[in-house]
């Protein structure tokens, strides 16, 4: 499958923006999908993901309550919603997707399959 990150930007802190990470040839529906998030000078870290099914969903703690994962089966897309952005969500976004992934270990960045990237800057 091939992923394709996009809807990045430039927003003041306190803004909103809208990831999406659209697939192409697989059965998007069987993989799940995670978005992690990689800062200058700083390790890859995971930021939420998705179960197949779009009924189960994980974010990191630094995260949670402000940012919400859905997926679209019919558009083959995953979205990443961020409200509230703060200077520290700055950082290069990754979607990324795995066939076999169980719940426990969805915070691992052994995923099969990565996305370009896309740049959030939230400024101050």
């Known amino acids: 499958v091939q992923l394709q990150a996009s809807g990045g930007g430039l927003v003041q802190a306190g803004g909103s923006l809208r990831l999406s990470c659209a697939a192409s040839?697989?059965?998007?529906?069987?993989?799940?999908v995670a978005w992690f998030r990689q800062a200058p000078g700083k390790e890859r870290e995971f930021v939420g993901a998705?179960?197949?099914?779009?009924?189960?969903?994980l974010y990191a703690d630094s995260v949670k309550g402000r940012f919400a994962i859905s997926r679209d089966k019919a558009k083959k897309t995953v979205y990443l919603q961020m409200n509230s952005l703060k200077p520290e969500d700055t950082a290069v976004y990754y979607c990324?997707?795995?066939?076999?992934?169980?719940?426990?270990?969805?915070?691992?960045?052994?995923?099969?399959?990565w996305g370009q990237g896309t740049q959030v800057t939230v400024s101050s």
């Open positions: 998705i179960g197949r099914s779009g009924g189960s969903t």
């Open positions: 990324t997707a795995d066939r076999t992934k169980i719940l426990s270990a969805w915070t691992h960045p052994d995923y099969d399959y």
């Open positions: 040839g697989g059965t998007f529906s069987l993989y799940v």
